[in-house]
């Protein structure tokens, strides 16, 4: 199944005009404080394909994208119920999943990092800002979750090659 979908992705990033349809990144920056501090991307295109490059990215790394969560139409759901009028997200969503390999390597140098897994990296786009979608990764603390967030890096990285 998974050479299936490599295949299949491989084959549409192969067909012309449709990798450019979520074009060029235009920026990369870390926010926040420490410990909730995020690396993002700024990536100018429809919010499904960008989802879908992010997707493909997991996959490429041999993982498994065990949960999607849509925070967005949480949100909007939800926003008269807690008597909220603005719109914070045109999309939003988050993609959790984990890796034996990097997990038991954090886990074993420091078994609370066990409160890390899994793993998210979150997409967003803004009424204010349509075909400008933010993917980004929350900077796991401390030197065992380094090559974790390594691996996000990596995942952004390729999710925003094309």
């Known amino acids: 199944m998974k050479l299936i979908v490599a295949a299949l992705c491989g084959a549409l990033l192969a067909v012309p005009g ?35 490059g992010v997707q493909n990215a997991i996959i490429g790394q041999g993982l498994k994208v065990e949960q999607v969560n849509n925070v967005g139409g949480m949100l909007a759901r939800t926003k008269g119920a ?52 933010v993917i980004g990764h929350r900077l796991y603390p401390g030197a065992s979750m380094k090559p974790v967030n390594a691996l996000l890096d990596k995942i952004l990285d390729d999710a925003t090659a094309f």
């Open 82 to 133: 807690v008597g909220a009028t603005q719109t914070l997200y045109t999309h939003a969503i988050t993609l959790g999943f984990c890796s034996a390999v990097y997990s038991r390597k954090a886990m074993t140098a420091d078994r609370e990092n066990l409160m890390f897994c899994p793993y998210s990296i979150f997409l967003y786009e803004t009424p204010d800002k349509p075909g400008e979608v």
């Open 18 to 52: 449709w990798a450019g349809s979520a074009a060029a990144q235009t920026a990369t920056t870390q926010s926040g404080t420490e410990g909730q501090r995020a690396v993002t991307k700024v990536v100018k295109g429809d919010f499904a394909d960008v989802l879908l």
